[in-house]
């Protein structure tokens, strides 16, 4: 985030608007399960 903010601040030229957000999610699912997929199907 420190490298983006000096590049900024050295060429505001080169930049539209914010940079990004670099903060990390508390959690990440790889194979996250549908909300259809998780319910039970009752075959007739």
């Given amino acids: 985030k ?8 050295k ?4 930049w539209a608007g914010k940079t990004r957000d670099w903060c ?6 790889l194979n ?3 909300a259809e997929e998780g319910k039970d199907v009752k075959s007739s």
């Avoid at 060429?11 to 080169?14: C, D, G, K, L, S």
């Avoid at 990390?24 to 699912?29: A, H, T």
């Fill in 32 to 34: 996250p399960v549908k």
């Fill in 24 to 29: 990390l999610p508390e959690k990440v699912w």
């Fill in 11 to 14: 060429h505001p030229e080169r």
């Fill in 2 to 9: 420190e490298t983006y903010e000096k590049a900024k601040a």
